[in-house]
C-alpha cells in the first residue's frame, strides 16, 4: 500500500497542472458544501442563542388559553377561574423532577398602564414583578448595586422594591436609586437594590425579521417587589407562574412540559392551562426552515463533485492507455490482477483525496468570506472536514474502479505489443 501511495504522488507529480484540473471539480464541489454547512451550522447555533439567550438554562411556565400560542394577560383578559395559586406540595413535587436545579414562583404584570412615578418622574412600559427569595438565583440575576431581598421583606410585608440596571438608568439617569421612594398604584416602594443579569448577552439582529423574531421579547425594564404585598398592589391574589433552571440544555423541553403537567393538576379550568416556553422546538423550527433552504443549495454543489468524479474517470482511463506497456510488463513478471487494480485505485483516491484536502481549505476561506461580506455567522465543523476528505477519496475509488478493472484485465502480450 505505500508503494502504491509513493507511486501514485509520483504519477500526479510528473503531471502537474493536468491533475491540478481534474481536481478541480472535487475542490470546487468539497468547497461549496464546506462553506454552506459552516454557515447553516453558524446560522442555526445564532438560532438557537438568540432564544435562549443568556445559556443558564432557564425556562418559564406560564397560562396559555388552550390551543393559543401567546401566553394569557390577565389585566386584558380578566381573572381566569379555576386556576388557584401554586401550591407548596406542587412546588415540591417540581423540585424534585430530573434535572430541575431550582425553581421561583411569581406573578408577573406586563401593561404599559403600570406607571411608576418618582417627584415629577415618570416610567410607563417596564414589566412588575411578585418574586420569592429564588427567583433572582433562578433567573441568573445578580446584584450591581444595595441588596436583594431578605426574608423580613416577605414576612413583614416590607413595601421595597429593587430594579432592573435598565430602569434604574432609565428613571434614575445615573443618580444613585438605593434608599429612593418610588410611588405604584399610589403606594410608597423603597428602593434597596439594583440587579442585572450575569450574562451581557444581546441577540444579533441582522434584519427587520430578526428583531421581530427574536427582540419582540425583550423587556423595556422590570421592577422587583416581594411576593407577600402583591396583593395590596393589585387587590387579590393571581395565579403565578413558574422559572425553572434545569441542568443542561437539551433537559429544557422535557422539563419544562413535566411542570406544566404537575402545575395542571391542580387547576379545574380546561380552557386556560400552564404551558411551557418552549425556545427550543421555535429555535428547531426556525433551524429546520434554515435547512430546508440551504438543502438545495448543498445538492446543487454536490453535481460539481459529480462532475469531478467524471473527470477523474476520464483522466484515469487516459493513465491507463498511456500505461499499458508498463501494466503488460508488470503482468509479464508476475503481477496479478489485485495489484494492478489497488494500483490504479490508490492513484484515484490519492488523486480525490488531495481535492480534497484543497477543497476543504478552500470552503474554510470561502466560508470566512461570505460572514465578512454578509455578517452570517459560520461554524466550522472538524468532523465534517475530515468527513469530506474520506468523501472525496470514496468518490475517486468509486469512480476510479472502471479503469482500474480495466487495467487489471488487460492482456499482457497484447499490453505489450501496445504502441
Same mark, same amino acid.
Given at each position: 500500500m505505500i508503494e502504491n501511495i509513493r507511486l501514485s504522488f509520483q504519477g500526479i507529480w510528473s503531471h502537474k497542472m493536468r491533475s491540478f484540473l481534474t481536481m478541480l471539480g472535487i475542490i470546487i464541489g468539497i468547497a461549496a458544501i464546506i462553506s454552506i454547512v459552516s454557515t447553516i451550522k453558524g446560522t442555526n447555533e445564532q438560532i438557537k442563542q438568540n432564544l435562549i439567550g443568556s445559556g443558564n438554562n432557564m425556562t418559564r411556565i406560564q397560562l396559555y388559553r388552550k390551543d393559543y400560542d401567546y401566553a394569557?394577560?390577565?389585566e386584558t383578559e380578566g381573572m381566569p377561574q379555576g386556576i388557584p395559586q401554586v401550591s407548596d406540595e406542587v412546588f415540591n413535587s417540581v423540585l424534585d423532577l430530573p434535572d430541575v436545579m431550582s425553581a421561583a414562583v411569581y406573578n408577573r404584570r406586563t401593561s404599559y398602564n403600570s406607571t411608576f412615578y418618582?417627584?415629577?418622574?415618570?416610567l410607563s412600559g417596564c414589566e412588575v414583578f411578585g418574586i420569592d427569595n429564588a427567583y433572582f438565583s433562578t433567573c441568573g440575576y @445578580?446584584?450591581?448595586?444595595?441588596?436583594?431581598?431578605?426574608?423580613k421583606d416577605f414576612t413583614g410585608f416590607r413595601h421595597v422594591a429593587v430594579l432592573d440596571s435598565n430602569t434604574a438608568q432609565l428613571f434614575f439617569q445615573g443618580e444613585d436609586p438605593i434608599g429612593k421612594t418610588i410611588e405604584f398604584k399610589s403606594i410608597a416602594l423603597v428602593v434597596v437594590g439594583v440587579v442585572e443579569l450575569d450574562s451581557k448577552f444581546e441577540p444579533v439582529i441582522n434584519t427587520i425579521e430578526d428583531y421581530y423574531t427574536y427582540n419582540s421579547s425583550q423587556s423595556a425594564g422590570a421592577v422587583f417587589v416581594p411576593? @407577600?404585598?402583591w396583593p395590596s398592589l393589585f387587590a387579590y391574589d393571581e395565579p403565578q407562574e413558574i422559572a425553572v433552571q434545569v441542568s443542561h440544555t437539551e433537559a429544557m423541553s422535557t422539563v419544562g412540559e413535566a411542570v406544566a403537567e404537575l402545575l395542571n393538576t391542580q387547576g379545574s379550568n380546561e380552557n386556560i392551562l400552564y404551558k411551557a416556553e418552549d425556545t427550543l422546538k421555535k429555535a428547531k423550527e426556525l433551524q429546520d426552515l434554515n435547512n430546508a433552504t440551504n438543502q438545495q443549495l448543498i445538492w446543487i454543489a454536490s453535481i460539481s463533485l459529480l462532475v469531478g468524479g467524471i473527470g477523474v474517470m476520464n483522466i484515469m482511463l487516459v493513465s491507463v492507455t498511456e500505461r499499458t506497456r508498463e501494466i503488460g510488463l508488470?503482468?509479464?513478471i508476475g503481477a496479478k490482477k489485485g495489484r494492478i487494480?489497488?494500483?490504479?485505485?490508490?492513484?484515484?483516491?490519492v488523486l480525490t483525496g488531495l481535492g480534497g484536502l484543497l477543497g476543504v481549505g478552500a470552503g474554510i476561506g470561502m466560508a470566512q468570506l461570505i460572514s465578512n461580506l454578509t455578517e452570517a455567522p459560520v461554524s466550522i465543523s472538524v468532523p465534517f472536514m475530515l468527513l469530506a476528505v474520506i468523501f472525496s477519496m470514496a468518490i475517486g475509488i468509486l469512480f476510479g474502479l472502471l479503469p482500474s478493472v480495466k487495467a487489471a484485465n488487460l492482456n499482457p502480450i497484447d499490453a505489450l505489443r501496445h504502441e
Open positions: 394569557y394577560n390577565i418618582y417627584g415629577n418622574t415618570e @445578580s446584584v450591581k448595586r444595595g441588596r436583594s431581598f431578605v426574608p411576593d @407577600s404585598i508488470k503482468k509479464a487494480l489497488w494500483q490504479f485505485l490508490t492513484e484515484a483516491a
